[in-house]
T-cell receptor, first 112, second 114 residues
Framework: DAKTTQPNSMESNEEEPVHLPCNHS???????IHWYRQLPSQGPEYVIH???SNVNNRMASLAIAEDRKSSTLILHRATLRDAAVYYC?????????????FGQGTRLTINP | EPEVTQTPSHQVTQMGQEVILRCVPI?????FYWYRQILGQKVEFLVS????????KSEIFDDQFSVERPDGSNFTLKIRSTKLEDSAMYFC????????????FGPGTRLLVL
């Protein structure tokens, strides 16, 4: 499994944008980039995923570097509810049946 | 929005007892998973299941573990003889077909083995 590297923790203020980085220098051409988050005492929750182009959804935006060796999850206006551990995970995109390999993720703290 | 459900939310059992954790995946999904998370540690893959058989399992998933899809809706994880170290949160997940699909997780079952 291709590996990802994330900072252990980040801190931001409420109502400000948050940029969560992820390095994946060994990514292959068919790997999808997924972001999940885990709120306290809950199961992982899908946030967003992409292959090459930047992606937007109601939760966040995903900016993917042109060489695909890094990506950034963008929370446009953080709320206290966004405090969670955020995981950047790569999956081989050929089939749907891909296990997710979780690292330690980035623990995001939001200050009121 | 459809969601994965799990029962029970909490289970306390004695070491050596059998436990069955239940999951109802999203109805049109085809692939099913169990993961676990020991307190303070990262989420670990246990097993994946497709077309009524195990497609992949981790080293954690030894002979004490089994999975079953007894009917068209439930997906179960059985631990035959629980050990203290089986205490963890167990998450079920499911996914549809296709490379653009992504896994949806249930809320988890907190298992405590005494």
């Amino acid at each position: 499994d291709a590996k990802t590297t994330q900072p252990n923790s980040m801190e931001s203020n409420e109502e400000e944008p948050v940029h969560l980085p992820c390095n994946h220098s060994t990514i292959s051409g068919t790997d999808y980039i997924h972001w999940y988050r885990q709120l306290p005492s809950q199961g992982p929750e899908y946030v967003i995923h992409g292959l090459t182009s930047n992606v937007n959804n109601r939760m966040a935006s995903l900016a993917i570097a042109e060489d695909r060796k890094s990506s950034t999850l963008i929370l446009h206006r953080a709320t206290l509810r966004d405090a969670a551990v955020y995981y950047c995970i790569l999956t081989l995109g050929i089939q749907g049946a891909q296990k997710l390999v979780f690292g330690q993720g980035t623990r995001l703290t939001i200050n009121p | 929005e459809p969601e994965v459900t799990q029962t029970p939310s909490h289970q306390v059992t004695q070491m050596g007892q059998e436990v069955i954790l239940r999951c109802v995946p999203i109805s049109n999904h085809l692939y099913f998973y169990w993961y676990r998370q020991i307190l303070g540690q990262k989420v670990e893959f246990l097993v994946s299941f497709y077309n009524n058989e195990i497609s992949e399992k981790s080293e954690i998933f030894d002979d004490q573990f089994s999975v079953e899809r007894p009917d068209g809706s439930n997906f179960t994880l059985k631990i035959r003889s629980t050990k203290l170290e089986d205490s963890a949160m167990y998450f079920c997940a499911s996914i549809g077909r296709g490379p653009k699909e992504t896994q949806y997780f249930g809320p988890g079952t907190r298992l405590l083995v005494l």
